[in-house]
């Protein structure tokens, strides 16, 4: 029986260790969290300038990324964009080019054939141009319409898959005897139309990617500097009261506690501050940028949907992250030479 109550009376004495045990350690959370608060008002100075050099960073960041994202979807879309154009004879049989085109489907590299006969080619012409009452009188004159035919290639247009080895393409159009019987020779096949623009687009991306990242590594050591002095400078004003505590018991973590919280403050702050610039300036912007052929579909996709909120999440993370490294590095410093 004695045995029983001695059990009964240690699982009590464990349970109000326990009960203890957490209530000091959340009595500890809210003194660290209130501390931490307290030394970024402190410090509103410092505080600012190590949240305006952040911001300046993940900004810089931010426009990196949608700038890469924006160039590598307008690359794409332009690329898809690029034909291979075969010129044949002028009125060469529909009845031919579909042969012909069957012919090309069989390659794996091509992706779609579309062909359009000189009468398809003509007729586009005249669509184009109704409004003038020259072009419309030439077409009312059945003499001028078939000497305007005999001059209008028919076309093959292909896309491939592989925009950089065309080979198998070359080699059928080079070889096939169907081929070779109706090209036009007065107009060479087009291998490289729009390919200049896509060059000119990839270079924009390197540019853009190589670029960003330097400029935000620059920034990002400059912020780990910035805020690893703030709460340096933090640290030796209450390097008296640090000791105090320590004196006291104090533990390590109760001391890097509030310091943390000053560095993660900057970085929340830091964060939200990064998005919202972010989303306005290319909210802003999309416009103009698509005017000038840039393709911001896929970004603007992301920012008009619930993802903007998984956005928002990283950069603030970003911060937080940025922050903590930085001062968890110089109050480490600090603790060895204790």
């Known amino acids: ?38 030394s970024f008002g402190r ?3 410092l505080s600012i300038a190590a949240i305006l050099v952040m911001t300046v960073t993940l900004v810089v960041l931010f426009i990196t990324v949608v700038a890469m994202s924006a160039l590598n979807t307008t690359a794409e879309s332009m690329r898809e964009k690029i034909d291979i154009t075969v010129y044949f004879k002028p ?42 009452e020259a ?3 030439t077409l009312d004159d059945d003499n001028m319409r078939q000497f305007i035919l005999s001059s209008i290639q028919s076309l093959m247009r292909i896309k491939v898959y592989n925009t950089e080895d065309v080979t198998s393409v070359k080699a059928i159009i080079n070889n096939n005897e169907t081929f070779q019987k109706n090209l036009d020779t007065e107009k060479e096949t087009s291998y490289d139309a729009n390919r200049a ?27 780990i500097l910035v805020i690893f002095n703030t709460i340096r400078m933090a640290i030796f004003s209450r390097r008296e009261e640090i000791y105090m505590m320590k004196l006291v018991g104090a533990d390590n973590n109760f001391v890097r506690g509030p310091f943390l919280i000053e560095a993660q403050l900057c970085g929340l702050i830091s964060g939200t501050i990064a998005a919202g610039i972010g989303y306005f300036v290319t909210y802003k912007a999309a416009p103009s940028l698509s005017a000038y052929g840039i ?21 603030i993370g970003l911060g937080l992250l940025i922050g903590t490294i930085s001062a968890a590095l110089a109050i480490k410093k600090y603790l060895k030479k204790q």
């Open 197 to 223: 623009e896509v060059d000119t687009i990839n270079s924009w991306a390197k540019i853009a990617r190589y670029g960003g990242i330097a400029a935000s590594g620059v920034f990002l050591i400059i912020s």
């Open 91 to 132: 009125k060469t049989p529909e009845a031919t080019l579909e042969e012909m085109a069957e012919i090309m489907r069989q390659d794996e590299n091509v992706r779609s054939v579309e062909i359009s006969t000189s009468e398809q080619e003509m007729e586009k012409v005249f669509s184009e141009n109704s409004s003038d």
């Open 135 to 137: 072009i419309a009188a």
């Open 43 to 45: 410090n509103i100075w």
């Open 295 to 315: 393709d911001l579909s896929q970004v603007q996709s992301i920012l008009n949907s619930s993802k903007l909120v998984i956005v928002f999440l990283a950069f």
């Open 1 to 38: 029986m004695a045995k029983s109550n001695e059990i009964k009376n240690t699982k009590k004495n464990l349970r109000t260790m326990s009960r203890n045990g957490n209530s000091h350690r959340l009595r500890s959370s809210r003194r660290i969290l209130k501390y931490g608060t307290i």
